[in-house]
């Protein structure tokens, strides 16, 4: 680990307008706390909006500077192995200044759009028991993987949960692991800050008092269930508007905190939460660690037993789509990623080509983003999707099972370059012409959304960057993910943030011929003229939906509905 850097305690040298590790253009200052300040900044290479948190060098060559400073970098280490959707993404770390031990490191994390937790109980007040549960259980997810690698988070606070916009729902972020405790191991050694101790032999507070574990308060050992105490707390917060332990006296709230249940049921009782949920979280609050719910993951279970069937009634609902015969009128959940839910395949839907300023083919209006109505069958059985073990099931899309090689399906068919839709196969195939950015945003079944960006590749090959708009994505077998990078024909899984496979996507370069460039969907083997299109990518989106022929060179798409 790099020493804290030497001097004058001062702010970082970072002004709007600065580019840093020579990529993140900073656009304005939106926070500080600390040991940092927080800025938006924009990725130049990849055009998306990011956080850069740069450490502020407060504290200086004191215990508290040096230590402050190994817990920033601590962060970016325990970030880096964390990879679950309701985690805080880091994208890069360095140092300011033109050496590494020049200048004060700084970390770039995904930008959240949607504030803090704490932002919106201010704004909103109390949340429904539903959403009260849904971010718990979102937290727990995200803190399962942690403790799974013997990182305790050690500040659960509302503070750090910040929200993203995902279609139509709000996606919970657990942030901060600035102060994450780490279990001994060898490998990481160097790589994290003592326990919360200075060189002096002095002890620093590394909790928030509103929010932190009693054993915290009292300086003994942490472990998972500590932050299991803190995440009950916010729940509590949740349903309740206020935090039940908001003393500025760390003694009177240690006292506090051996009546927990007593406060608890003082908060909930009166706004008629069940007595159900009142139990578990008085038992997650339990004063002895030892009494308390062991694993986070029970917790979510817990929670979410209380909401099926009777608190319905909490659920956003959503106008019923119309009916379709032999298909449940039934929706997608738009929820968070919690526990495992069968996969489904994807039935023939109808989804329309996004009209984003980039140049797509259909006349059709957009499809909102919520999710069409759940088919009836087949529904397969039940996967393990927790984020150490997923692994899409076998059988989801026979489509996919084996790419058709060139020549399937006899010779090759020529494709007009028009502006409407035209059968491959059984798809609705379509031209978009990518202009500016390289970035165009595509629609596949039950209106999931994906982004597409495409780059240059080491060898000078194009990689696609795949994100997803209103779901996860994931490659077939691998976990699911906001966003994919693929340097070869790949296929996709569509993953609702409740962990549901809704859609697959194939992604092919296809295979180059004099004059034109072919490629094999489903039983139709297809040609598009080089003139036309000088690069083209295919996405399919698979049986009855739509496929894409993606293109950044050649002709732009007519309007007329001829070739130009």
Same mark, same amino acid.
């Given at each position: 680990?790099?020493?804290?850097? %030497?001097?004058?305690?001062?702010?970082?040298?970072?002004?709007?307008?600065?580019?840093?590790?020579?990529?993140?253009?900073?656009?304005?200052?939106?926070?500080?706390?600390?040991?940092?300040?927080?800025?938006?900044?924009?990725?130049?290479?990849?055009?998306? &909006?990011?956080?850069?948190?740069?450490?502020?060098?407060?504290?200086?060559?004191?215990?508290?500077?040096?230590?402050?400073?190994?817990?920033?970098?601590?962060?970016? $280490?325990? =970030?880096?192995?964390?990879?679950?959707?309701?985690?805080?993404?880091?994208?890069?770390?360095?140092?300011?200044?033109?050496?590494?031990?020049?200048?004060?490191?700084?970390?770039?994390?995904?930008?959240?759009?949607?504030?803090?937790?704490?932002?919106?109980?201010?704004?909103?007040?109390?949340?429904?028991?539903?959403?009260?549960?849904?971010?718990?259980?979102?937290?727990?997810?995200?803190?399962?993987?942690?403790?799974?690698?013997?990182?305790?988070? /050690?500040?659960?606070?509302?503070?750090?949960?910040? $929200?993203?916009?995902?279609?139509?729902?709000?996606?919970?972020?657990?942030?901060?692991?600035?102060?994450? %405790?780490?279990?001994? @191991?060898?490998?990481?050694?160097?790589?994290?800050?003592?326990?919360?101790?200075?060189?002096?032999?002095?002890?620093?507070?590394?909790?928030?008092?509103?929010?932190? #574990?009693?054993?915290?308060?009292?300086?003994?050992?942490?472990? &998972?269930?500590?932050?299991?105490?803190?995440? !009950?707390?916010? +729940?509590?917060?949740?349903?309740?508007?206020?935090?039940?332990?908001? @003393?500025?006296?760390?003694?009177?709230?240690?006292? %506090?905190?051996?009546? !927990?249940?007593?406060?608890?049921?003082?908060?909930?009782?009166?706004?008629?939460?069940?007595?159900?949920?009142?139990?578990?979280?008085?038992?997650?609050?339990?004063?002895?660690?030892?009494?308390?719910?062991?694993?986070?993951?029970?917790?979510?279970?817990? =929670?979410?037993?209380?909401?099926?069937?009777?608190?319905?009634?909490?659920?956003?609902?959503?106008?019923?789509?119309?009916?379709?015969?032999?298909?449940?009128?039934?929706?997608?959940? =738009?929820?968070?990623?919690?526990?495992?839910? *069968?996969?489904?395949?994807?039935?023939?839907?109808? &989804?329309?080509?996004?009209?984003?300023?980039?140049?797509?083919?259909?006349? %059709?209006?957009?499809?909102?983003?919520?999710?069409?109505?759940?088919? !009836?069958?087949?529904?397969?059985? !039940?996967?393990? =999707?927790?984020?150490?073990?997923?692994? #899409?099931?076998?059988?989801?899309?026979?489509?996919?099972?084996?790419?058709?090689?060139?020549?399937?399906?006899?010779?090759? /068919? /020529?494709? +007009?370059?028009?502006?409407?839709?035209?059968?491959?196969?059984?798809?609705? *195939?379509? $031209?978009?012409?990518?202009?500016?950015?390289?970035?165009?945003?595509?629609?596949?079944?039950?209106?999931?959304?994906?982004?597409?960006?495409?780059?240059?590749?080491?060898?000078?090959?194009?990689?696609?960057?795949?994100?997803?708009?209103?779901?996860?994505?994931?490659?077939?077998?691998?976990?699911?993910?906001?966003?994919?990078?693929?340097?070869?024909?790949?296929?996709? #899984?569509?993953?609702?943030?409740?962990?549901?496979?809704?859609?697959?996507?194939?992604?092919?370069?296809?295979?180059?011929? &004099?004059?034109?460039?072919?490629?094999?969907?489903?039983?139709?083997?297809?040609?598009?003229?080089?003139?036309?299109? *000088? @690069?083209?990518?295919?996405?399919? $989106?698979?049986?009855?939906?739509?496929?894409?022929?993606?293109?950044?060179?050649? /002709?732009?798409?007519?309007?007329?509905?001829?070739?130009?």
């Amino acid at each position: 680990m790099p020493s804290a850097p %030497k001097g004058p305690q001062k702010p970082p040298e970072i002004k709007v307008g600065d580019v840093v590790l020579e990529r993140y253009r900073v656009v304005e200052q939106i926070g500080s706390g600390g040991h940092s300040v927080v800025f938006k900044g924009q990725d130049e290479r990849l055009s998306r &909006p990011v956080c850069i948190k740069v450490f502020s060098g407060l504290g200086g060559e004191s215990g508290v500077g040096r230590t402050s400073y190994e817990h920033f970098v601590q962060e970016a $280490f325990a =970030l880096s192995r964390l990879t679950h959707p309701n985690t805080l993404r880091i994208y890069d770390f360095g140092h300011l200044g033109p050496k590494d031990s020049a200048g004060m490191p700084l970390q770039v994390c995904e930008y959240m759009n949607g504030g803090t937790l704490s932002n919106i109980i201010r704004e909103q007040g109390k949340q429904s028991l539903y959403e009260t549960v849904r971010v718990t259980s979102a937290m727990c997810a995200a803190l399962a993987e942690a403790h799974g690698l013997g990182i305790v988070h /050690r500040d659960i606070k509302p503070q750090n949960i910040l $929200f993203g916009s995902v279609g139509l729902t709000k996606l919970p972020k657990l942030a901060d692991f600035g102060i994450a %405790k780490w279990s001994a @191991d060898n490998e990481d050694s160097g790589q994290r800050a003592e326990d919360t101790a200075i060189v002096a032999g002095q002890k620093l507070a590394m909790y928030s008092p509103s929010w932190a #574990a009693p054993e915290q308060l009292a300086g003994q050992p942490v472990s &998972p269930m500590t932050d299991i105490y803190s995440l !009950a707390c916010v +729940a509590v917060y949740m349903l309740s508007g206020r935090a039940i332990f908001a @003393d500025e006296d760390v003694y009177a709230g240690y006292k %506090k905190r051996r009546h !927990a249940d007593e406060h608890v049921k003082d908060a909930l009782q009166p706004l008629n939460i069940p007595k159900q949920v009142i139990a578990i979280l008085s038992h997650a609050l339990a004063f002895d660690p030892k009494k308390r719910i062991a694993k986070v993951e029970d917790l979510s279970a817990e =929670l979410q037993a209380t909401t099926e069937p009777s608190t319905t009634e909490d659920q956003p609902r959503l106008p019923p789509p119309p009916a379709v015969p032999g298909r449940s009128t039934k929706p997608l959940d =738009l929820v968070t990623p919690t526990t495992p839910v *069968g996969a489904v395949t994807p039935p023939h839907a109808s &989804p329309v080509v996004p009209q984003q300023g980039t140049q797509t083919t259909s006349t %059709k209006p957009m499809p909102t983003a919520v999710a069409p109505p759940e088919p !009836a069958a087949p529904v397969l059985a !039940a996967a393990d =999707l927790t984020p150490a073990t997923y692994h #899409a099931p076998p059988g989801v899309a026979p489509w996919m099972q084996g790419a058709a090689g060139p020549g399937a399906g006899g010779p090759a /068919r /020529r494709l +007009a370059l028009i502006d409407a839709p035209q059968p491959v196969a059984d798809r609705r *195939g379509h $031209f978009v012409m990518m202009t500016g950015s390289n970035s165009a945003d595509l629609v596949g079944q039950h209106g999931a959304k994906v982004r597409v960006t495409l780059l240059p590749g080491p060898t000078g090959q194009r990689v696609v960057h795949l994100k997803g708009l209103t779901c996860f994505v994931a490659h077939l077998g691998g976990r699911p993910s906001p966003a994919v990078t693929l340097d070869r024909t790949s296929d996709v #899984a569509l993953v609702t943030p409740r962990a549901q496979e809704i859609g697959h996507l194939r992604v092919a370069q296809g295979t180059a011929a &004099p004059g034109q460039t072919t490629f094999t969907v489903g039983n139709d083997h297809v040609a598009i003229a080089s003139d036309d299109c *000088g @690069d083209p990518i295919l996405f399919d $989106f698979g049986p009855g939906s739509d496929v894409y022929f993606v293109y950044t060179r050649g /002709r732009t798409v007519p309007k007329s509905g001829r070739r130009g």
